[in-house]
């Protein structure tokens, strides 16, 4: 099968022909039509993160296709499923957040010794086939093509997670920081929920495109944010820490900031002069926060009040398509064809 490879850390990837996986017990092998690409799998082939331990080194976690084959024991997929499959398969069942016997999500892959993760310690998406466990995978709403599925297997199932950690009341008003891959689908999401809606971004070229995703209000940061009465929730859906810590600025009494991304580079830090301490206000963190949620997510695209914007590279498009995210130029998420 053809496989995007990154040959070692900071090299280009490369389609490059290798051995197709075989399903173990437990397992599907899936046929994969589209393969989103986030920013997470750039960080971790251009050094910025430890390289993959995977040998070739395929990275992705946001695969969508169909069942091809099933492995000895698995009753709940069948060939020709339409299935999309996520970071996380499974914990290691031992260690001592596993004995809390917590349902698998991103917060096992964070905190488990030792997790099986689509991308990282297992091989991604990023080929025309992957084996990933029959129970880390979703069946995808029939109405929804690969294409548009692929960005919600990880950023769609992120930003939702976010919000519904937030969990905004009807009267609410919420402001999402960040309008990239994430922040575009936050902003859906919350608009599709009727809440008031707030976009923040620093870029001026975004402002009208945050309109066309259905913020009722653009401002540039959290100072601007306050300037209009402020948000009961920010969603973090951008990648600097510094810009979510300004962003408080604009957060109410009671309001709730979740911190949905990482910041490779930078620290979250609180100016002990926004008085924290007696505004009764929460950070949170959001990752994958458990299959069901991800279901929803999928479910609100299904019925067309979320579409992810995206940009589609063929397989052999794939360095570009890397080049293209590592630039922060995809607007607003890449998706590869396999
Ligand atoms: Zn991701
Ligand atoms: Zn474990």
Redesign the pocket.
Known sequence: MLASVCPAAGQTWELTEVPKPVPGPGEVLIRVHAS?L????VWLTDGTYPFPPIEPAIVG??PAGEVAEVGLGVTARKVGDRVGAT?IQSGCGSCDHCRLNLPVTGITGMNCDNPEMTGLTRAGGHAEYLVVPASSTVLLPDELPYEMAAPLL??GY?SWSALRAANPQPHERVAVLGIGGLGHLALQFSKACGFETVAVTRTPDKHEVARELGADHVVSDGEALAGIGGADVVVVAGTSYEAAAECLAGLRVNGRMVLATIDPSGSFTIDPSRQFFAMGQSILGATHNGLPYLVEALDLAARGAVTPHIEVFAKEEIAEAVDRVAAGEVRFRAVVTY
């Open positions: 989103g986030c920013r997470n799998d976690h946001e970071w990880c950023a992120t």
